[in-house]
């Protein structure tokens, strides 16, 4: 068995396809007013996953328009009701009922955000295949949603403090109900040392004014990746970052002139150099045994929570 | 020719056959050897098979219930042999999407005709459908929603009651050719400046009553704002931004922060250059109600002399934003003027103006 086994998920993305395939998707959506969006984003997930290669295979995403229409549809109702009772309460000019009114809106908001992290999670891994062997998330609803609930007050009434914690204790809980066929995960993160980590990078950003934003956004990258661990039977195998701050920062600098420039144009190509950037800079360490990965996951086909978090605007993990 | 090599999974397990693929009459044969060297061969019955509708050149097409068994090859004669073994099952349908097979050069025309088509979308649709939704909107919609903007707006500021009634009484001496109600109230503010709200509503700032000289001045004020409120230019204004925002937000929907608020100000820009258009057709169309009732279209230059002495182009920034460079006005109007056509002596407009001017002047 060799010493050094490593892993990499290469993007073979281009920003010209990109590009198009964001063209389009704005003329139709335009065209349709609108209604045009879950099949628009429903193709550009379908280029993005088969420009993923491992180990020689595409990754390939299933999900429909179609599916994503009707996601599209109970998302925009969840959200018109919202407004429906924030505008009621507001129109009656009663004091008491407006507050209540915000109230509610501000409640439900919230509480949409763990339902539509939930659902999205549950819905974009079940569509999401390698060597026809799918992605999974077993995280129970319920469960997320108290812990979220808890998570929020706890950091509310801490002024923020524990928000660290909070975001470990997530990404432990999704970890640990993410399959991959017969793989499982776990994220080993603790919120102590992602709260040193968050105020020094906060701190030396500030006395730097703004240079040590690269070295700490290496950090945060690196705290996530490495942390990452992968299970194949009794086998655990780590995820490592190799990102550099300098890395980073030409990263950055370079997609910002791209955009700029081009008045937003080339923006396909800097999500390419992202893309690139991210995927390069990930290493799964150990054996692997790539063909011997099995089915264990359920078919799975509400595509709600995919719409709510995409317009509640929260980047998926 | 009906044999193409493939890759295969059988949905059970992430091994990658590298398989046969035999085009039978009724159904596909998948045969490879598996890791134990036996010859393993599998069935797909063509109504259970699926094309998987992708960017790439990799054919994939699907089989069965979840977990799917998949095959992937790369064979640019399959769609062919396909074609001539199966006529009356197509397994590619046409779609929108196909262009992104094409080489780079074609998608990059096709994108830069389709951003050609969004500008001018944007640059001269969208005026016009603004217009257009405006011309609709019905008029007694569009008097009552704006009475209640007046309504809200005139707390704001102290009226002038007499002033109000005086100037009402000039206003009807003029014919406007409008059915919209015109309004007029005057409100005891220094700035020189005035008006006009849908549905005929225009409030007049005393500063600017107090520098007239002539009845010809204030009778092109009026007409500049009546035609403001004939011709709809806040309803067409207030749909042209709305609907800018809205083509915005659907095109950036996908596109990052630094984006969005690039386009949030260039649409702020272009929307000033709109309403700087619906000003200089407030010009035009004032002066022909000027034309028609033989006031002296020498009001207009005078008024624009007044603005301009009152704000100074230079610190003009205020009117600037909505309104045309007052030089430019002014020498517009003072072009227009060399064609007055006859001029009318209106007694009754005399008589009410003078009743204004002694109010003013004391
Ligand atoms: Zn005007």
Redesign the pocket.
Same mark, same amino acid.
């Given at each position: 068995m060799e010493q050094h086994e490593t892993r990499q998920v290469t993007f073979y993305g281009e920003g010209a396809k990109l590009f198009g395939i964001y063209i389009v998707n704005i003329l139709l959506t335009l065209v349709t007013l609108g209604l045009y969006y879950p099949w628009a984003r429903a193709a550009l997930l379908k280029y993005l996953y088969e420009e993923s290669e491992f180990e020689g295979s595409r990754f390939t995403f299933h999900g429909t328009g179609k599916e994503m229409f009707i996601g599209f549809i109970k998302a925009i109702g969840i959200f018109l009701g919202l407004y429906c009772i924030l505008f009621g309460a507001v129109a009656t000019h009663n004091m008491t009922i407006t507050l209540i009114g915000v109230a509610v809106f501000y409640i439900g908001f919230l509480l949409l955000i763990p339902i539509a992290i939930h659902g999205a999670l549950r819905y974009r891994t079940s569509r999401s295949s390698w060597r026809g062997i799918h992605f999974g998330y077993r995280g129970d609803r319920k469960e997320f949603l108290n812990m979220f609930i808890v998570g929020s007050l706890i950091t509310l009434c801490t002024f923020g403090i524990y928000g660290a914690w909070f975001v470990i204790e997530i990404r432990k809980y999704i970890f640990k109900h993410l399959r991959f066929g017969s793989i499982s995960f776990s994220y080993e993160g603790e919120g102590s040392a992602f709260f040193w980590m968050n105020l020094k990078g906060y701190m030396l950003t500030l006395i730097t004014f703004g240079i040590y934003s690269f070295w700490w956004a290496k950090d945060l990258f690196a705290y996530y990746v490495n942390n990452i661990r992968m299970y194949q039977g009794e086998t655990a195998l780590p995820f490592r970052s190799t990102a550099t701050a300098g890395g980073y920062f030409k990263l950055i600098a370079v997609n910002i002139l791209i955009i700029i420039l081009s008045l937003g144009l080339a923006t396909p190509w800097a999500i390419v150099r992202a893309m690139q950037f991210v995927f390069s800079n990930i290493h799964i360490d150990g054996p692997l045994d790539v063909n011997a990965i099995t089915q264990t996951e359920a078919d799975y086909s509400d595509a709600t929570g995919e719409d709510l978090a995409d317009m509640i605007d929260i980047g998926l993990v | 020719m009906y044999n193409f090599s493939v890759r295969y999974h059988d949905g059970r397990l992430s091994i990658a056959h590298d398989a046969t693929l035999t085009l039978m009459p009724d159904h596909w044969l998948i045969h490879y050897r598996d890791p134990s060297g036996e010859l393993t061969s599998v069935r797909w019955t063509l109504p259970g098979i699926v094309t998987d509708e992708n960017f790439s050149h990799l054919f994939i097409f699907r089989f069965g219930e979840f977990p799917q068994q998949t095959i992937e090859c790369k064979d640019g004669n399959l769609p062919e042999s396909l074609k001539k073994r199966y006529p009356e099952r197509p397994f590619f349908k046409r779609r929108v999407t196909d262009i992104f097979k094409l080489n780079n050069t074609t998608i990059a025309g096709v994108a830069f005709t389709v951003l050609m088509l969004i500008g001018l979308g944007y640059w001269f649709g969208l005026p016009w459908l603004a217009g257009a939704v405006a011309a609709r909107f019905p008029t007694s919609a569009e008097i009552k929603m704006g009475d209640t903007m007046y309504e809200n707006m005139i707390r704001a500021y102290e009226v002038d009651d007499q002033l109000t009634a005086k100037l009402n009484d000039f206003t009807k001496a003029i014919d406007f050719k409008t059915n919209y109600p015109i309004r007029v109230t005057v409100v005891t503010e220094n700035d020189a400046n005035?008006?006009?709200l849908p549905g005929g509503n225009i409030v007049v700032f005393e500063g600017i009553l107090r520098k007239m000289k002539t009845k010809e001045e204030l009778a092109a004020l009026l007409a500049?704002?009546v035609s #403001?409120v004939h011709y709809r230019?806040s309803l067409r204004n207030i749909f042209r931004s709305l609907g800018g925002y809205l083509f915005l937000s659907l095109l950036l929907n996908d596109i990052n922060g630094i984006v969005t608020i690039l386009a949030d100000n260039s649409n702020a820009l272009a929307n000033l250059t709109y309403s700087r258009e619906?000003?200089t057709e407030?010009?035009t169309k004032g002066m022909d109600v000027l034309q028609s009732n033989g006031i002296r279209l020498q009001g207009f230059v005078d008024l624009f002399a007044l603005l301009q002495s009152e704000h100074g182009d230079v610190g003009s920034l205020k009117l600037l934003s909505? #309104?045309p460079l007052t030089e430019e006005r002014l020498r517009a109007a003072e072009m227009i003027v060399r064609g007055q056509k006859g001029v009318v002596a209106n007694r009754e407009l005399e008589k009410y103006w003078q009743v204004i001017a002694a109010a003013e002047h004391k």
């Open positions: - | 005035a008006f006009a500049h704002e #403001h230019h619906l000003e407030a010009d909505t #309104h």
